[in-house]
C-alpha cells in the first residue's frame, strides 16, 4: 500500500544531541513537508521541499536541518541548537508542481522527548 | 503574516447531535481552504474548498466556503463516539509557495 511511513515512533534526546527523523514515501509526491505539533497547538511548518535538492525554511526552521537527496525521503534532523525540541513531528507529502491543488497526506508521526 | 482562527477550541456533545466548527482565516493571495481530522496520530484529509458557496459533502459531513468573509464551517450530522477527534483547518496560498497555516483545532467529543 501506498503511504508515507515516519520513524522512530518515539524518540529520546539527550541534551546537546542531534538527533535525525525519517520520512519516507512511496506516493510518488514531488512535495514533502516537516510540521511540528504542541499540546494544544496547531501544525506549524519547520521546513518543505518541493523538488529533489531544492528545500526552503517554513515558519520554525532554527534548531532544524533537512536534505532531500531523493524523491522518496525527507529526513529532519533536530540539532542542540533547538533548545525547546519536545514536540510531535509530522512528515506529509503532496503531488507537486504539476498539480497544484492537492492535499498534503500525512504520516503518523514521532514524539520526541528531552532525556 | 497568514492567520487561521477555529472556533470553538473544544466542544462536547452527545451522539445524535449536530455540530458546527467554524474557521476563519487571512491569507495572503489565498488559493484553498483544507479540513483535516485527527485522532490520535496522523490527520487525515476531508475536504478542500476551494470556490465559495459550493458544498462539500461527504457522508455525514459537509462543509462550505465563503472567500467574501473568509470563513469556512464543517458540520457534522447525527453526531457518533467516533467522531471525536481534534479537527484542523488550513488555509494553503497560491503560487509556487505551498504553505499550509493551520488554526489550533477543535477538539471534538461525543459523549455516547
Known amino acids: 500500500d501506498g503511504g508515507i511511513t515516519q520513524s522512530p515512533k518515539y524518540l529520546f534526546r539527550k541534551e546537546g544531541q542531534n538527533v535525525t527523523l525519517s520520512c519516507e514515501q512511496n506516493?510518488?509526491?514531488?512535495?514533502m513537508y516537516w510540521y511540528r505539533q504542541d499540546p494544544g497547538q496547531g501544525l506549524r511548518l519547520i521546513y518543505y521541499s518541493q523538488i529533489v535538492n531544492d528545500f526552503q525554511k517554513g515558519d520554525i526552521a532554527e534548531g532544524y536541518s533537512v536534505s532531500r537527496e531523493k524523491k522518496e525521503s525527507f529526513p529532519l534532523t533536530v540539532t542542540s541548537a533547538q533548545k525547546n525540541p519536545t514536540a510531535f513531528y509530522l512528515c506529509a507529502s503532496s503531488i507537486g508542481h504539476s498539480l497544484p491543488l492537492q492535499p498534503q497526506h500525512f504520516g503518523d508521526g514521532t514524539r520526541l522527548s528531552i532525556l | 503574516e497568514d492567520k487561521v482562527v477555529q472556533s470553538p477550541l473544544s466542544l462536547v456533545v452527545h451522539e445524535g447531535d449536530t455540530v458546527t466548527l467554524n474557521c476563519s482565516y487571512e491569507v495572503t493571495n489565498f488559493r484553498s481552504l483544507l479540513w483535516y481530522k485527527q485522532e490520535k496520530k496522523a490527520p487525515t484529509f476531508l475536504f478542500m474548498l476551494?470556490?465559495?458557496?459550493i458544498e462539500k459533502k461527504s457522508g455525514r459531513l459537509s462543509s462550505i466556503l465563503d472567500k467574501k468573509e473568509l470563513f469556512s464551517i464543517l458540520n457534522i450530522t447525527a453526531t457518533q463516539t467516533g467522531d471525536s477527534a481534534v479537527y484542523l483547518c488550513?488555509?494553503?496560498?497560491?503560487?509556487?509557495?505551498?504553505?499550509?497555516?493551520f488554526g489550533k483545532g477543535t477538539l471534538l467529543t461525543v459523549n455516547p
Open positions: 476551494t470556490s465559495s458557496g
Open positions: 488550513a488555509g494553503r496560498r497560491g503560487g509556487s509557495n505551498y504553505k499550509l497555516t
Open positions: 506516493l510518488n509526491h514531488d512535495a
